[in-house]
């Protein structure tokens, strides 16, 4: 099984109905969570997810905003992969999951309010 974890930051909420139908059309939703997480949970969560500094964190924390979030587990049917430059270098990553993350960001105007695994659970 191919797990993939998505989570929709506080900013980008609103674009919930858009975010869960793109998800649904690849990948099958397994369960969505919602949480809420004050500013100071949201920063140490962005510290671990994008293994920043406090400060890169706090930037972070103005994109993503903090309070209601929804955690999003799908399951990749067809998992295809491919080599994708990263921080941490070339890393073999889940094709679905970044293009689907990619073309979601690109809908909020490049802003980056969602997160996204990029290999498997």
Request: proline share 2%; hydrophobic share 35%.
């Amino acid at each position: 099984m191919h797990l993939q974890l998505f989570l929709i930051w506080n900013n980008a909420i609103k674009h919930y109905n858009y975010i869960i139908k793109t998800l649904s059309l690849t990948f099958k939703i397994k369960k969505v969570y919602e949480a809420y997480w004050d500013q100071t949970k949201t920063a140490n969560q962005i510290i671990k997810l994008y293994q920043c500094t406090s400060k890169q964190a706090q930037t972070k924390l103005l994109e993503c905003g903090y309070g209601k979030i929804f955690i999003i587990l799908v399951e990749d049917i067809t998992p295809l992969s491919k080599l994708y430059p990263t921080k941490y270098g070339i890393i073999e990553v889940s094709k679905h999951a970044q293009e689907i993350k990619s073309e979601i960001r690109m809908h909020l105007n490049g802003n980056k309010s969602i997160h996204g695994t990029m290999t498997d659970l």
